[in-house]
């Protein structure tokens, strides 16, 4: 029944109990060690910015201290504790987006070991959007501007960021006004991180009005960059059939999982399990062949592309070793617990490092760069397969659960789903068969029944006819869950069962990974210029039911600075100032036209989503 508690997803429970019995730690277990957690840190109460401190503010009104040694309030405590949080967040993908710039410049060089530029079509959009002349010239010319155009992006000092250009006229109006239009992506990220040393910025509306300025660096600066050109690199997704969850594993081949988040690494390790050299090697071993999978993000991303099953999200991780299958878990950068290097002592399973960023306690690192990107994979995967001979077939255990789904919802591939416009969209949202759509994103976290808050809120918002768009470790639950097949339509109201059914959909698209909530703004803004109104005016809303990462922070305020009602799933750092409460649920909504609620019910908040977008279907008249 304990276990019962702590996931609703059959694989996780299976796993959890062998774990149990086997004496083994997860992060469930070191989530319950941990509490209670600190009072003063979960209210976003404690400051560590200076040596004057660490201080804490008393939440009681008549005892202890109400100020810091510098006489910071809570209101600016909670305010620089958030703001940094989004910095990291918008540093963590803005640095992704970079490194695929990196590789566009290389491989538009002919410096890149194994790259190519896939996708001309959208190479060719994107050099308009930036001014980029194409007639007659080479894809390689073309590429090389472009990867220099995005790569100024992230040291510009005045104007704009480009692809924030998407959004209506009327949000980059309100942006401007509001002093929150970001000039360059590293600029607002350092101008965080300057603001909040000490004494500097100790007002909260003005620290929080940064915050949201990087954020949207992010979401429609670095995120919008790191999508946009892994389509360019590695193809735009389109729909494909995948599988998902820990059963994907095979009992008798090479498994590799591929967890972290670039595609730079991942799609070489793809090419490289498929070359004859190392499959013959792995036969020889008695393998029956070469299994990649993947993990958290860049799982999605190589599902998106390729179709390659995905064998868990955030919370799985540990658990893919615990089946004592995995031949090599290879590792990038971001939401890779180090606590996997003390289970992979446990068992054969090698731990394998690649990013110059990221290194990790008992890893073995073999480190990747662009130039030489395949020769490195193939090293890797081959190091992978010489360890199959180290399986001890007795520590094996892997559960049968994994589910099939469709995925690879680029916004070109709704646009090509819907016939070509977005017309049959927008129809079906005016009359009212769909009532509105939902971004449902984001991480796992112990704090709450693992899956649980994703499915429960995802599976009451379509009976309600909401469509869902999905990304990250959610869209990774949904497919689990069997919500991203297009039989998922008989859980749908009749309105959203009707247009799925007619267009052979599932109720749940999947969009790819974290930085691909870009793509989702690039839909809404496009749904929004179609209506000719602005983004926070359409029946739209978010959510992250499970959230726990700074990334999703700086999501999340993007997200909201983009027009859109968002439900956070846990509770984040700053009830401790009710101001800046106050600031993030109500304020916000007149300065950008949206605010956070919190709710940690899935069933309530998929409800207080629904409400939102009734009022907005009322104010449309439709
Ligand atoms: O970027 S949803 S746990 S894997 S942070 Fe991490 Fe959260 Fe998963 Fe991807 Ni996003």
Redesign the pocket.
Same mark, same amino acid.
């Given at each position: 029944e304990k276990i019962l508690s702590k996931s609703v997803d059959p694989a996780t429970q299976q796993m959890l109990e062998f774990a149990e019995k086997q004496g083994l730690e997860t992060a469930w277990d070191r989530y319950e060690k941990m509490l209670p957690q600190c009072g003063f840190g979960e209210l976003g109460l404690c400051c560590r910015i200076c040596n004057m401190g660490p201080c804490r503010i008393s939440p009681f009104e008549d005892t202890g201290p109400k100020k810091g040694v510098c006489g910071a309030t809570a209101d600016i405590i909670v305010a620089r504790n958030l703001i940094r949080m989004i910095a990291g967040g918008a540093a963590a993908h803005s640095d992704h987006g970079r490194d695929l710039a990196h590789t566009l410049l290389l491989t538009a060089q002919g410096k890149s070991g194994g790259y190519e530029i896939k996708d001309e079509v959208k190479l060719a959009a994107l050099a308009k959007e930036y001014g980029i002349k194409t007639n007659g010239r080479s894809k390689e010319d073309i590429a090389l501007d472009l990867a220099h155009s995005v790569y100024a992006e992230f040291g510009k000092q005045e104007g704009f960021v480009q692809f924030s250009r998407r959004a209506p006229e009327r949000r980059v109006a309100l942006w401007k006004k509001a002093g929150i239009d970001p000039r360059g992506i590293d600029r607002e990220i350092v101008e965080i991180m300057h603001r909040t040393h000490i004494g500097v910025d100790n007002d909260p509306v003005n620290l929080i009005l940064q915050g949201l300025k990087a954020s949207i660096a992010d979401g429609w600066g670095g995120s919008c960059i790191a999508t946009e050109i892994s389509d360019v690199l590695f193809g735009t997704p389109e729909p494909v059939r995948s599988q998902a969850n820990l059963g994907v594993l095979k009992k008798d081949e090479v498994n590799i999982i591929a967890h972290g988040?670039e595609p730079v690494l991942s799609e070489m390790i793809v090419a490289a399990a498929r070359d004859p050299r190392l499959l013959d090697k792995a036969r020889a071993a008695g393998a029956e062949g070469i299994n990649v999978v993947g993990m958290? =993000?860049t799982g &999605?991303e190589i599902s998106m592309r390729h179709g390659i099953p995905i064998a868990g &999200?955030?919370l799985q991780q540990e658990l893919a070793v615990i089946t004592g299958a995995v031949e090599a878990m290879i590792v990038d950068v971001?939401?890779i617990m180090p606590a996997l290097g003390d289970l992979c002592e446990c068992f054969h399973t090698k731990f394998i490092s690649t990013s110059p960023k990221a290194k990790f306690p008992g890893a073995v690192h073999m480190e990747f760069n662009e130039e030489k990107g395949f020769d490195i994979a193939m090293e890797i995967v081959e190091a992978a397969v010489d360890n199959y001979a180290m399986r001890n077939p007795d520590k094996v255990f892997i559960p049968e659960d994994k589910t099939d789904c469709m995925v690879g919802f680029s916004t070109e591939a709704i646009v090509k789903a819907l016939g070509g416009t977005l017309d049959p969209l927008l129809d079906a949202i005016k009359s009212g068969a769909i009532k509105g759509i939902a971004g449902i994103?984001? =991480? &796992?976290n112990p704090k709450i029944k693992h899956d649980h808050g994703h499915v429960a809120l995802v599976e009451e918002l379509i009976k309600n006819n909401v469509l869902i768009v999905s990304?990250? =470790? &959610?869209a990774i639950a949904c497919a689990k869950a069997g919500l991203m097949l297009p039989e998922a339509a008989d859980q749908a109201g009749d309105g959203l069962k009707g247009v799925c059914k007619a267009l052979g959909l599932p109720p749940v698209l999947h969009m790819g990974? =974290?930085?691909d909530i870009s793509r989702i703004l690039t839909v809404c803004a496009a749904v929004a210029n179609a209506l000719g109104v602005d983004i926070s005016d359409l029946p739209v809303a978010g959510a992250a039911p499970e959230?726990?990462?700074e990334?999703?922070v700086s999501i999340g305020a993007y997200v909201v600075s983009s027009g859109i009602f968002t439900v956070l799933g846990t509770v984040p750092q700053v009830l401790g100032s009710p101001f800046v409460t106050e600031i993030l649920t109500k304020i916000a909504n007149d300065v950008v036209g949206a605010a956070f609620a919190v709710e940690t019910d899935p069933v309530k908040g998929a409800h207080l989503m629904i409400a939102h977008m009734d009022a907005k279907r009322q104010a449309l008249g439709i």
């Amino acid at each position: 029944e304990k276990i019962l508690s702590k996931s609703v997803d059959p694989a996780t429970q299976q796993m959890l109990e062998f774990a149990e019995k086997q004496g083994l730690e997860t992060a469930w277990d070191r989530y319950e060690k941990m509490l209670p957690q600190c009072g003063f840190g979960e209210l976003g109460l404690c400051c560590r910015i200076c040596n004057m401190g660490p201080c804490r503010i008393s939440p009681f009104e008549d005892t202890g201290p109400k100020k810091g040694v510098c006489g910071a309030t809570a209101d600016i405590i909670v305010a620089r504790n958030l703001i940094r949080m989004i910095a990291g967040g918008a540093a963590a993908h803005s640095d992704h987006g970079r490194d695929l710039a990196h590789t566009l410049l290389l491989t538009a060089q002919g410096k890149s070991g194994g790259y190519e530029i896939k996708d001309e079509v959208k190479l060719a959009a994107l050099a308009k959007e930036y001014g980029i002349k194409t007639n007659g010239r080479s894809k390689e010319d073309i590429a090389l501007d472009l990867a220099h155009s995005v790569y100024a992006e992230f040291g510009k000092q005045e104007g704009f960021v480009q692809f924030s250009r998407r959004a209506p006229e009327r949000r980059v109006a309100l942006w401007k006004k509001a002093g929150i239009d970001p000039r360059g992506i590293d600029r607002e990220i350092v101008e965080i991180m300057h603001r909040t040393h000490i004494g500097v910025d100790n007002d909260p509306v003005n620290l929080i009005l940064q915050g949201l300025k990087a954020s949207i660096a992010d979401g429609w600066g670095g995120s919008c960059i790191a999508t946009e050109i892994s389509d360019v690199l590695f193809g735009t997704p389109e729909p494909v059939r995948s599988q998902a969850n820990l059963g994907v594993l095979k009992k008798d081949e090479v498994n590799i999982i591929a967890h972290g988040h670039e595609p730079v690494l991942s799609e070489m390790i793809v090419a490289a399990a498929r070359d004859p050299r190392l499959l013959d090697k792995a036969r020889a071993a008695g393998a029956e062949g070469i299994n990649v999978v993947g993990m958290c =993000c860049t799982g &999605n991303e190589i599902s998106m592309r390729h179709g390659i099953p995905i064998a868990g &999200n955030f919370l799985q991780q540990e658990l893919a070793v615990i089946t004592g299958a995995v031949e090599a878990m290879i590792v990038d950068v971001q939401c890779i617990m180090p606590a996997l290097g003390d289970l992979c002592e446990c068992f054969h399973t090698k731990f394998i490092s690649t990013s110059p960023k990221a290194k990790f306690p008992g890893a073995v690192h073999m480190e990747f760069n662009e130039e030489k990107g395949f020769d490195i994979a193939m090293e890797i995967v081959e190091a992978a397969v010489d360890n199959y001979a180290m399986r001890n077939p007795d520590k094996v255990f892997i559960p049968e659960d994994k589910t099939d789904c469709m995925v690879g919802f680029s916004t070109e591939a709704i646009v090509k789903a819907l016939g070509g416009t977005l017309d049959p969209l927008l129809d079906a949202i005016k009359s009212g068969a769909i009532k509105g759509i939902a971004g449902i994103v984001g =991480c &796992n976290n112990p704090k709450i029944k693992h899956d649980h808050g994703h499915v429960a809120l995802v599976e009451e918002l379509i009976k309600n006819n909401v469509l869902i768009v999905s990304t990250g =470790c &959610n869209a990774i639950a949904c497919a689990k869950a069997g919500l991203m097949l297009p039989e998922a339509a008989d859980q749908a109201g009749d309105g959203l069962k009707g247009v799925c059914k007619a267009l052979g959909l599932p109720p749940v698209l999947h969009m790819g990974s =974290c930085v691909d909530i870009s793509r989702i703004l690039t839909v809404c803004a496009a749904v929004a210029n179609a209506l000719g109104v602005d983004i926070s005016d359409l029946p739209v809303a978010g959510a992250a039911p499970e959230w726990m990462s700074e990334k999703a922070v700086s999501i999340g305020a993007y997200v909201v600075s983009s027009g859109i009602f968002t439900v956070l799933g846990t509770v984040p750092q700053v009830l401790g100032s009710p101001f800046v409460t106050e600031i993030l649920t109500k304020i916000a909504n007149d300065v950008v036209g949206a605010a956070f609620a919190v709710e940690t019910d899935p069933v309530k908040g998929a409800h207080l989503m629904i409400a939102h977008m009734d009022a907005k279907r009322q104010a449309l008249g439709i």
